[in-house]
């Protein structure tokens, strides 16, 4: 799996955090962005010149939503069992890929940041309150008193809210206690404590990279 930045890329956090979750072995490669080299070093390995990529011997899938439904034709618990559940965490996870860019472009995902609100504008705040939404209606309709969106166990939809997880806490942005309490458990996970903690430990290179898909 070759991916960018842990500090800031979201879009390559997702496939990361559903593949250990699944237990698929994976060797990675980090691509550092906004370096010289950076282009063009990741269009020899896909010519779409983003990353996350996964490569599983001689197939390649960019774009990390279509690398979360590879994952999942391999571990196919990274999806519901019920229908209706995993129609609704598809469309959940659809609807991140492609939407909410207020919270994206005003709140970067940063994992180093110490949690601190800053004032947000109003299309953020209408972000945040439909992600919020979103949190609710999942854990009381699917949630079957589990820690996740989709019950006991994490798959791709908490793998595609996972940086919005990271954008409320390190924005300090208030929320009620049951999504509190889900962010928690998300973050208490040992995949996104091993994210963190490599994270962490990665040089101050560049800023913001949340653009790349």
């Keep these: ?25 994976f060797e990675e490669q980090v691509i550092w962005l906004r370096q010289p080299e950076t282009s063009a070093t990741i269009k020899t390995i896909s010519a779409a010149g983003k990353v996350p990529i996964l490569i599983d011997g001689d197939i390649l899938v960019h ?6 439904e590879y994952l999942a034709e391999i571990a196919p618990a990274l999806w519901p069992q019920d229908k209706e559940a995993r129609a609704h965490a598809r469309s ?26 800053i004032a947000l504008d109003t299309e953020t705040l209408a972000s945040v309150e439909r992600v919020v939404d979103l949190f609710v209606d999942c854990r009381a309709r699917f949630g079957g008193g589990g820690d996740f969106l989709f019950g006991s166990s994490f798959n791709n939809a908490d793998a595609m809210f996972a940086p919005v997880v990271n954008r409320l806490h390190a924005y300090d942005i208030k929320v009620p206690a049951s999504v509190r309490a889900y ?18 430990d990665e040089a101050e290179v560049i800023a913001d990279i949340d653009g790349v898909a």
């Design 1 to 25: 799996m070759i991916i960018a930045n842990k500090n800031y890329s979201s879009w390559s956090m997702r496939p990361w955090l559903a593949a250990k979750a699944a237990g698929i072995g």
């Design 92 to 117: 959940i996870g659809s609807e991140m890929h492609a939407g909410f860019m207020p919270l994206r472009r005003n709140c970067p995902m940063n994992i180093k940041r110490q949690p601190k609100a």
């Design 63 to 68: 774009e990390s939503i279509a690398i979360l």
């Design 183 to 200: 962010m928690d458990a998300v973050m208490a996970t040992p995949m996104w404590r091993e994210w963190e903690s490599a994270a962490l």
